[in-house]
């Protein structure tokens, strides 16, 4: 099942579409967001992402529709390829679907007992038991520090290195039962989605397809074209506001001789979040945060 999409009005508004423009669709998921800026299109084209296979059974029939099967961090290479460099604005809501946390066979929920697989394309061969079983004790905790923020790594990581040993991880059930003692009961539930969080960014390679993708906005969208992308932890969000603000990942800004910040986009308004109203209808908004940017 596809839920309702995430901050739909504030993500459109964002995006300012021309009837006659050409846009991305970066993360076509249950297809809320298209619909959206398929209304809004006259004679335009909306060209739409998605990896994940499933995401196939939602695509409308639209002359205006172009969907590639594909990640997003092929954006440039894909447009030239389709002929469709520049676009007037790029749109993407980041993180898991709703259909792919409820669909227990693909193990990014805690509230299932299923395998431990986590990719959001099935085409790709690593799956988070790969991670588990296969990983160093140094490797597994440097992604459970880095991308799960997690202060206690080091011991979750020596102890999945000695279950291991005596069995194959293979479950979510299994994971989640030997990482019970490293946990609070109050805050089990964050303990595990940080967990779940660091795995899924390691299965998926999260933050190097959403650099990659960043880095080509600014050579596809055309001057004065809009970036919407709406993120749902701070890893994600750092790197959208870093470079927005500065043209890097870093933050670093660098100035003109008049003290003018030299950077790809102007920020159309501040960091947006979903109304109580919005939270209260669909859970999974609660933590979006939505950035609006405008090409130089």
């Given at each position: 099942m596809y839920h309702d999409a995430v901050m739909l009005e504030a993500a459109i508004n964002g995006l300012s579409v021309k009837p006659a423009g050409t846009y991305v669709d970066l993360t076509f998921g249950g297809g809320g967001h298209s619909r959206a800026i398929l209304e809004r299109l006259d004679n335009g084209r909306l060209i739409a992402f998605d990896q994940d296979e499933d995401t196939t059974r939602n695509v409308p029939e639209d002359r205006r529709l172009l969907f590639l099967n594909h990640n997003f961090c092929f954006l440039k290479n894909l447009l030239k390829w389709h002929d469709s460099i520049?676009?007037?604005?790029i749109l993407a809501d980041l993180g898991v679907s709703s259909h792919q946390i409820d669909e227990s066979t693909?193990?990014?929920?805690?509230?299932?007992?299923?395998?431990?697989?986590?990719?959001?394309?099935?085409?790709?061969?690593?799956?988070?038991?790969?991670?588990?079983?296969?990983?160093?004790?140094?490797?597994?905790?440097?992604i459970f520090y880095l991308y799960g923020e997690l202060k206690n790594a080091r011991k979750i990581a020596e102890e999945i290195v000695r279950q291991?040993?005596?069995?194959?991880i293979e479950t979510t059930g299994q994971l989640t039962e030997l990482l019970k003692p490293f946990s609070a009961r109050a805050r089990e539930m964050k303990f595990m989605a940080?967990?779940?969080?660091?795995?899924?960014?390691?299965?998926?390679?999260?933050?190097?397809?959403?650099?990659?993708?960043?880095?080509?906005?600014?050579?596809?969208l055309r001057?004065?074209?809009?970036?919407?992308?709406?993120?749902?932890?701070?890893?994600e969000d750092r790197l959208v506001k870093n470079f927005i603000r500065s043209g890097n990942f870093c933050g670093k800004v660098e100035k003109d001789f008049y003290g003018n910040i030299q950077g790809p986009f102007r920020v159309v308004s501040k960091m947006?979040?979903?109304s109580d109203e919005e939270i209260k209808r669909n859970k999974r908004s609660r933590s979006a945060r939505l950035r609006i940017a405008e090409k130089i």
């Open positions: 520049p676009v007037d604005g693909r193990g990014f929920s805690t509230r299932f007992d299923g395998p431990l697989d986590m990719r959001m394309n099935r085409r790709a061969e690593k799956r988070a038991a790969d991670v588990i079983n296969n990983y160093s004790y140094e490797e597994l905790a440097d291991r040993s005596i069995k194959v940080q967990v779940f969080q660091a795995l899924r960014i390691e299965v998926n390679g999260e933050l190097d397809a959403l650099k990659a993708m960043l880095e080509q906005s600014r050579e596809v001057p004065g074209g809009r970036l919407v992308v709406i993120s749902y932890h701070s890893l947006l979040t979903a």
